[in-house]
């Protein structure tokens, strides 16, 4: 067990992840806990050349074994240089998604067994979980469209509105399973609303510090 809490933000394209985060970040440093930031796939210079190796639209022929075998790969890596020092230094871990995209995106979208993935959530991670995990959750079409007015899409974006249900599907059934862990916040409402969500869960993860 460490000091410092784990926390990773999940959802689907175009639920709010930036906005949401900043909301966190701002919670954490008003009540002066000391955090990192970080996203997956990537945070550290190795595990971002991966992460452009895995975005790169014209890897269109990257095979669905080979993504989450990369997608772990780049954990591995996060893992041992920032996230593991981190939380031994006593520090909490803000992660803008982490391993449950892999079962959602690989397992739910690409259609890839949850046994494979857990095989590999074992092998690199061994017991370590997040703490809480907040999923950012939106009706895929109205997050789509979100994404659509960002403008250009990554190789992940380009994907129909199937592969999106499929995710989506996969992560409420992640979040069913660990009731614990899961904080499911609606980002339908009026933003302001969904802030006073995000500042009621981290109400409940820091009260029992
Ligand atoms: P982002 O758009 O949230 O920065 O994430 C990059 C993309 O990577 C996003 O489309 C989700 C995808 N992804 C996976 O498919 N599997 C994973 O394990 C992770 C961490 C991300």
């Not at 862990?181 to 009260?207: G, K, N, S, Y």
């Amino acid at each position: 067990m460490y000091k410092g809490k784990f926390i990773t933000i999940e959802g689907s394209e175009g639920a709010g992840k930036s906005t949401n985060i900043r909301y966190i970040q701002d919670y954490l440093r008003e009540k002066k806990i000391d955090f990192i930031s970080t996203r997956e796939p990537g945070g550290t210079p190795i595990a971002e050349k991966i992460r452009d190796l895995l975005l790169d639209k014209a890897h269109s022929s990257l095979c669905h074994d080979a993504e989450l075998l990369l997608m772990f790969a780049a954990r591995a890596q996060h893992l041992n240089e920032l996230i593991i020092p981190a939380l031994e230094a006593g520090q909490w871990v803000l992660s803008d998604r982490f391993t449950d995209a892999s079962y959602a995106y690989q397992g739910g979208g690409r259609g890839l067994s949850w046994e494979k993935i857990a095989q590999l959530e074992q092998f690199v991670q061994g017991d370590l979980r997040p703490d809480a995990t907040i999923l950012l959750d939106i009706p895929v079409e109205l997050g789509m469209q979100r994404v659509r007015n960002r403008g250009e899409a990554d190789r992940f974006e380009q994907e129909q509105l199937s592969f999106f249900n499929r995710i989506r599907a996969a992560y409420l059934k992640l979040a069913e399973d660990n009731p614990q862990r899961f904080h499911i916040v609606d980002t339908r409402p009026e933003i302001d609303e969904v802030r006073q969500q995000i500042i009621a869960i981290m109400d409940r993860l820091t009260c029992n510090d």
